[in-house]
């Protein structure tokens, strides 16, 4: 038997989960409606806010789960990457919680957090390839077990959400809007407008020049004239999301190829936009591949994804010292 209590505090949301012998019986999310606001997250905010909601984030978990938090058997939590001050409320609270029960302590990896979330509710055989696309990173990565993961492509600039993010900035929607972008999306056609495709070398990706022409794309038409957006909103958002997933798929269907991979998986915010989800499932049957897809509710930071990969390195009793601190940059 083994009870782990998972802590995520990267960014915006305080998480608490508990896992119970591989398995999630409950996972709290407190957002923070404050960024709205100020039109992204303001980092000293954040941690703020972190701090009023880590402990009562922490109680609902181990109540949800109908746990004694004296039955825990280890802590886990996010070092790194993320923003310092959000990650030290979660690394502090996690090395006292721990201090004070005299319990082992697992440190995590934001993003390969994300990648182990996939085994919450399916069980991808080893190697597949996850795309893993969130606010700050978009990566290719190669998994190969739990503990073995090699990024083999990236982004050179912005992140596949940072894309949506300042899309939807430009049209005047409020952050995060990637949610937003797709929303409107499924109403538009992606046809309407056509932005360009990076041609970039190898497996790395880069959106700054599409974040560019969206730019001058706004700029003009605006100016031609002042009910543009409003009167396109739909059609712009399908545009531009058919084009940032176009990027993601078409180097993922390179990355596939050339290291004779059919297992096929998507993980991180991003990967709840339903025109990636679709577009994998298209690309999945063209190319024979086996799709693996978190749930909806595990796609977007939460931390029943640290503790199930608090799971796991607990079984190979994999855990750090008291002295150990969070890392904004954090390699695999
Ligand atoms: O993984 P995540 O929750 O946090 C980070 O680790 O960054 O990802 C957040 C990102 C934001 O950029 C957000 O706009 C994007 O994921 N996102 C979406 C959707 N849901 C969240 N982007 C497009 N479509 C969505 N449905
Ligand atoms: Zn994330």
């Known amino acids: 038997m083994a009870i782990i209590l998972g802590i995520e505090s990267s960014c915006d949301d305080t998480s608490a ?9 409950s996972n709290v999310v407190a957002n923070q409606a404050v960024h709205q606001l100020y039109g992204g997250v303001v980092p000293e905010l954040a941690s703020r806010a972190h701090q009023q909601n880590i402990i009562p984030t922490v109680y609902e978990a181990i109540s949800k789960a109908k746990i004694h938090k004296n039955d825990i058997d280890a802590v886990a939590f996010t070092r790194g990457p993320g923003l310092l001050g959000s990650l030290l409320v979660g690394t502090c609270f996690a090395k006292a919680f721990a201090l004070a029960g005299n319990l082992p302590l697992i440190e995590i990896n934001h993003m390969q957090a994300h990648i182990i979330s996939l085994f919450i509710d399916d069980n991808p055989s080893f190697p597949f390839l996850c795309l ?20 083999i492509g990236q982004t050179l600039d912005d992140a596949a959400g940072e894309s949506f993010d300042k899309t939807a900035k430009m049209l005047g929607l409020p952050y995060p809007g990637g949610p937003l972008i797709d929303f409107y999306a499924q109403k538009g056609n992606p046809k309407a407008f056509k932005f360009p495709e990076p041609n970039i070398p190898g497996l790395d990706f880069s959106f700054s020049g599409l974040k560019t022409s969206i730019m001058y794309f706004v700029r003009d038409h605006v100016k031609e004239n002042s009910r543009f957006i409003t009167e396109n909103l739909n059609d712009i958002c399908a545009s531009v999301q058919q084009r940032i997933v176009s990027i993601l798929i078409n180097k993922l269907k390179i990355a596939a190829t050339q290291h004779n991979i059919k ?11 339903s025109g990636l989800r679709n577009a994998l499932k298209i690309a999945s049957q063209e190319n024979n591949w086996k799709m693996f897809i978190p749930k909806l509710e595990y796609c977007t930071d939460n931390a029943a994804m640290i503790a199930i990969t608090g799971y796991y390195k607990f079984l190979e009793k994999d855990f750090v010292n008291q002295n150990v601190q969070p890392l904004s940059r954090m390699p695999f």
């Open 132 to 151: 893993t696309v969130s606010g700050g990173h978009t990566q290719i990565v190669l998994v190969s077990d739990f503990n073995k993961m090699e990024v």
């Open 17 to 25: 989960s508990i896992c119970i012998n591989g398995n999630i019986h």
């Open 263 to 273: 297992n096929i998986s998507i993980a991180g915010g991003v990967s709840a936009n």
